[in-house]
């Protein structure tokens, strides 16, 4: 774990301790069980409900009083009326100015002080109106009218008042008291039944409130947890995109360290190999000493395998960096397969190995890559020269496969290789068990750089393996790389850009 993701890892856990403190502390100050956080979203809540239905409760309290003329005089039903809508007015007035209060956190104390007082001042007013014809009341129809009355109000109370439930024992409570009183003054069981009814009404609406209640807090604790999460989410993205700026810095630094380098190592190492070839040759005279050949051809040796392992690092580092063009052409997949397996027979020969070669009829042209198609094959021909016993065998195969495509397929009679180690093998600088033990000379790039090709060519690089008995590595090409006998060759548009390999992805 590199330093930058131990940082990361620090600060999110500190962003989490002191999210952990902050929720402690606002459980410890909170206000009937609501989080200071969430009251304020609550009130506003309440003061918006409020505001909502400025209009409709004049409306109400106009239908209720005109309709109150029936039994009592109009005169009072008119005051009443006056009474009221002052009330309103002073209401909705003083909540206008809750509302801009509401971004000062310390006074919301004072912003919920002031709300249950208007609902107070309501329920009062209404109380006030069951009250005040109670003289008047000369039949049961006015007991109807005022109980049905007494269940609208509390019932928009309620709905109004979910957000705190407190408000709405202020604006019914002296209502419920008000129509209890005046139920009491009749000696009737109507008269008690209806006030048991509004006895249990009230607390039915209670109740209501306080369930609306807790369905507003879920709704808030949602919303903050989403928040919180959309947070995390912009942290996250945030750091990611800050580390992959930093991959692609380094890995553009390392591309221009390794271009650097290249003509760096490449210039002496030329003079290396040139001079030890023609020592080891002899070619402007025998040497007097034989040891002096051997360690020619040692030197020889090595600056082909550190020249091949150079090439293979740059090979690499071009098609991480999307800096490998193909030069694409019509390819004979035969062609290039015997070629290779010419290329590499003396090496075979060393080892007494035998390289058979089958191809399949009627192979059309493919569109590709010839110099990348001959270095995947003689990649895979070195592996198998390499991992194979003296006197073995590898076989050579280019086919159709079954979805109309062409591919290559090298087989080997070796050791084989585990089947969990197939995924190191296919990674950069990956090997195996066989090639360590062995001691084999190689970097583990050669398979990977296959698999980058194959994936540049939109076909495919399988290798499967079983212990005893071989290894087969496969190349293949989709059908539609395929080129009919009938069909005119393409010819590459000089203006088009030329395709460019995709991050390697290697396993």
């Not at 296919?426 to 001691?439: E, P, R, V």
Request: with cysteine; glycine share 6%.
């Amino acid at each position: 774990m590199d330093k930058t993701t131990i940082n990361h890892a620090r600060a999110n856990r500190r962003r989490e301790v002191a999210r952990t403190v902050k929720d402690a502390r606002e459980r410890l100050g909170t206000v009937e069980g609501v989080r200071p956080s969430f009251e304020a979203d609550l009130i506003l809540m309440f003061v918006k409900n409020r505001l909502s239905v400025a209009y409709a409760t004049p409306m109400i309290a106009t239908v209720a009083a005109t309709v109150s003329t029936y039994w009592v005089p109009v005169n009072l039903a008119i005051g009443w009326l006056v009474v009221m809508l002052l009330a309103h007015s002073l209401v909705i007035f003083s909540t206008k100015r809750m509302e801009k209060s509401l971004a000062q956190e310390g006074k919301l104390r004072s912003i919920r002080r002031v709300l249950f007082a208007g609902d107070m001042l309501y329920g009062l007013v209404w109380a006030a109106f069951f009250i005040s014809g109670l003289q008047f009341a000369t039949d049961y129809s006015f007991d109807v009218f005022q109980f049905a009355t007494m269940l609208i109000v509390i019932a928009m109370a309620t709905m109004l008042s979910s957000p705190l439930p407190g408000a709405l024992l202020a604006a019914t409570t002296p209502i419920t008291a008000a129509l209890l009183f005046s139920f009491w003054q009749f000696d009737g069981m109507h008269h008690y039944a209806m006030g048991l009814m509004a006895i249990g009404a009230q607390v039915f609406f209670f109740v209501l409130s306080k369930q609306l209640h807790n369905s507003a807090l879920t709704l808030l604790e949602y919303r903050a947890e989403k928040d919180h999460l959309i947070s995390e989410m912009e942290q996250v993205n945030a750091i990611s995109q800050e580390a992959r700026r930093r991959a692609e810095d380094a890995n553009l630094a390392k591309t221009r360290f390794l271009a650097t380098m290249s003509h760096e190592l490449r210039t002496p190492l030329n003079a290396i190999l040139g001079f030890s070839e023609v020592m080891k040759d002899e070619v402007l005279g025998p040497m007097q000493n034989k040891t002096y050949v051997d360690y020619s051809r040692d030197i020889n040796q090595s600056g082909e395998h550190l020249l091949n392992l150079i090439n293979e690092i740059l090979d690499l580092s071009r098609i991480e960096a999307g800096r490998y063009e193909l030069q694409e052409e019509p390819v004979c997949l035969r062609d290039v397969a015997a070629a290779c397996k010419h290329m590499m027979h003396m090496r075979a020969a060393a080892k007494n190995i035998e390289v058979h070669e089958s191809y399949e009829e009627g192979l059309n042209k493919v569109w590709a890559d010839e110099k990348a198609l001959r270095q995947m094959v003689l990649n895979l021909l070195a592996n198998a020269i390499k991992f194979t016993p003296a006197g073995g065998e590898i076989s050579i195969h280019v086919g159709i496969d079954g979805s109309g495509g062409q591919y290559i397929s090298v087989h080997d009679t070796g050791a084989g290789i585990p089947e969990e180690e197939i995924p190191v093998v296919l990674q950069a600088f990956g090997q195996g068990t066989q090639a360590i033990q062995g001691a084999e000379q190689g970097t583990g790039l050669g398979l990977s750089i296959v698999q980058a090709l194959a994936q540049m060519h939109e076909g495919e690089f399988k290798l499967t393996s079983e212990l005893g008995k071989g290894t087969q590595a496969t190349i293949s090409l989709p059908a539609k790389r395929i080129l009919n006998h009938t069909d005119p060759i393409p010819t590459p548009d000089p203006n088009a850009r030329k395709t460019r390999a995709p991050l390697l992805r290697a396993g």
